[in-house]
Nanobody, 116 residues
Framework: QVQLVESGGGAVQAGGSLRLSCAAS????????MGWYRQAPGKQREWVAQ???????NYADSVKGRVTISRDNAKNTVFLEMNSLKPEDTAIYYC??????????WGQGTQVTVSS
């Protein structure tokens, strides 16, 4: 099993920045892909970004150029650096670990609120 704890959310004005963190524990060596998702009120959860075991990164078009996903292997932590935030970025952000076996684990989420 894998446990994920997100942090770093908060309230910022449009144009501001936030860095989210996701600390993983448990069967770390079984993780294949780490990703960030978000869910805005009344909307479905959507994929934001991911980083693979080989450090290959991918981003949703809606955040490309404004968001960077990275990892600190020594701390078993994945980060999501978000810049030029927009009100439409307001959502609960979730960290997800996808194991090599295809099993997903989710964190509890962290709220990001961007005001205009």
């Amino acid at each position: 099993q894998v446990q994920l704890v997100e942090s770093g959310g908060g309230a910022v004005q449009a144009g501001g920045s936030l860095r989210l963190s996701c600390a993983a524990s448990g069967s770390i060596s079984s993780i294949n892909v780490m990703g960030w998702y978000r869910q805005a009120p009344g909307k479905q959860r959507e994929w934001v970004a991911q980083i693979t075991r080989g450090d290959r990164t991918n981003y949703a078009d809606s955040v490309k150029g404004r968001v960077t996903i990275s990892r600190d292997n020594a701390k078993n932590t994945v980060f999501l650096e978000m810049n030029s935030l927009k009100p439409e970025d307001t959502a609960i952000y979730y960290c997800r670990a996808l194991l090599v076996a295809g099993i997903p684990y989710w964190g509890q989420g962290t709220q990001v609120t961007v005001s205009s």
